[in-house]
């Protein structure tokens, strides 16, 4: 049986989570407490060896750890609904989406975050080694991730999903993107008003709530 490891309030097993509602699949799922520092220990170490989560666990006990790896896996498993594309034009543009999402925003948001928080004082980085926080890093994440979310919503003047016309991995990443930056106070912009229709939109998909 696959066995999934989460942590509810993270972000990243989220987007695991969302991917899995649309598809309509359910896999038993372990709980790892990040907030006591659970993925450190020398159980889940044993796990994913770089200390975070998600991680999908196969049938023949090999470990996926990356999001992309476990929901192409899922989607091979599950065609339907398309949620990494139906040709190689849509496959293409989901990646590269994501890409950005993942680097343009996400990553500058958890530096915003994670050099911003008490509680992550020395880690300051996800995995094994513990890294001291650098406060300069908190301004200039802000700078990046606000002028991503400005793209995307110039993006989303001309386009309904971020690819296209329907929904995708990179619609679910985008979605996460946004509510983890309001952990940084980093909120959709007033003038934002495509960003802001398109994130009513998929926020309001029973999937969002996963
Ligand atoms: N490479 C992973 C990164 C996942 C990741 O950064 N997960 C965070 C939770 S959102 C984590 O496990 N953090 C552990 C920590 O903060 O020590 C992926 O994209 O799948």
Not at 28 to 38: A, I, N, R, W
Not at 60 to 67: M, P
Not at 192 to 207: A, F, G, I, M, T
């Given at each position: 049986?696959?066995?999934?490891?989460?942590?509810?309030?993270?972000?990243?097993?989220?987007?695991?989570?969302?991917?899995?509602?649309?598809?309509g699949?359910?896999i038993?799922?372990?709980?790892?407490?990040?907030?006591?520092?659970?993925q450190?220990?020398?159980?889940?170490?044993?796990?994913?060896?770089?200390?975070?989560?998600?991680?999908?666990?196969?049938e023949?006990?090999?470990?996926?750890?990356?999001?992309l790896a476990?929901?192409?896996?899922?989607?091979?498993?599950?065609?339907?609904?398309?949620?990494?594309?139906?040709?190689?034009?849509?496959?293409?543009?989901?990646?590269?989406?994501?890409?950005?999402?993942e680097?343009?925003?996400?990553?500058?948001?958890?530096?915003?975050?994670?050099?911003?928080?008490?509680?992550?004082?020395?880690?300051?980085?996800?995995?094994?080694?513990?890294?001291?926080?650098?406060?300069?890093?908190?301004?200039?994440?802000?700078?990046?991730?606000?002028a991503?979310?400005?793209?995307?919503?110039?993006?989303?003047?001309?386009?309904e999903?971020?690819?296209?016309?329907?929904f995708t991995?990179a619609?679910?990443?985008?979605?996460?993107?946004?509510?983890?930056?309001?952990?940084?106070?980093?909120?959709?912009?007033e003038?934002?008003?495509?960003?802001?229709?398109?994130?009513?939109?998929?926020?309001?998909?029973?999937?969002a709530?996963?």
């Open positions: 049986m696959m066995k999934f490891y989460d942590c509810q309030p993270a972000p990243s097993p989220r987007r695991v989570r969302i991917f899995l509602h649309e598809k699949v359910e038993p799922t372990v709980q790892v407490d990040l907030g006591s520092k659970e450190l220990g020398d159980d889940f170490r044993a796990v994913n060896p770089d200390c975070t989560v998600p991680v999908l666990e196969l023949d006990g090999s470990r996926l750890t990356e999001i476990i929901c192409h896996y899922i989607e091979a498993l599950h065609p339907e609904p398309r949620l990494l594309g139906r040709d190689a034009k849509e496959q293409a543009l989901i990646l590269m989406w994501n890409a950005k999402i680097q343009l925003g996400l990553a500058a948001l958890a530096e915003m975050f994670r050099n911003n928080t008490r509680g992550m004082r020395s880690r300051a980085l996800t995995g094994p080694i513990d890294f001291e926080q650098i406060p300069a890093l908190v301004e200039r994440g802000r700078v990046r991730a606000e991503f979310l400005a793209r995307l919503n110039e993006h989303l003047s001309s386009s999903f971020i690819v296209g016309d329907r991995l619609d679910i990443s985008a979605l996460v993107m946004i509510d983890f930056a309001k952990w940084s106070n980093v909120l959709i912009q003038h934002w008003v495509h960003l802001q229709r398109w994130y009513d939109e998929v926020s309001n998909r029973s999937s709530s996963a």
